[in-house]
């Protein structure tokens, strides 16, 4: 299950959706602070950071996002893997006071 802004979506629907998203941009570039690692268990870790993003949409339009990410991994079969991600953002208004509508 996959969850984006309060709806749910199925593997396929995340990739169209997420891909109508970044085929919009030009270019995107993201700035993590303060990057924390917690051991939950042997076997578990939590990753928790919070950041910047700035993006230019292919109209030229600029905008930024204040966002914080948490992963949490799991060593499975000898591999660490991420079983669970999640993302908070607020955009930023660009100069004309509105963020962009995806």
């Not at 629907?13 to 891909?19: M, P, T």
């Not at 992963?71 to 100069?95: F, L, T």
Request: charge should be positive; aromatic fraction near 10%.
């Amino acid at each position: 299950v996959f969850t984006l802004n309060a709806k749910s979506y199925t593997k396929p629907e995340i990739i169209a959706k997420l891909g109508k998203i970044y085929s919009s941009l030009k270019s995107m570039k993201i700035t993590m602070n303060k990057p924390v690692v917690k051991l939950l268990a042997p076997d578990t870790a939590m990753w928790t950071a919070t950041g910047k993003g700035s993006s230019i949409m292919k109209s030229g339009q600029k905008y930024e996002e204040i966002l914080t990410e948490t992963w949490i991994w799991q060593k499975i079969n000898g591999k660490w893997q991420v079983i669970h991600y999640h993302e908070s953002c607020q955009s930023v208004a660009d100069n004309s006071g509105t963020a962009p509508k995806f």
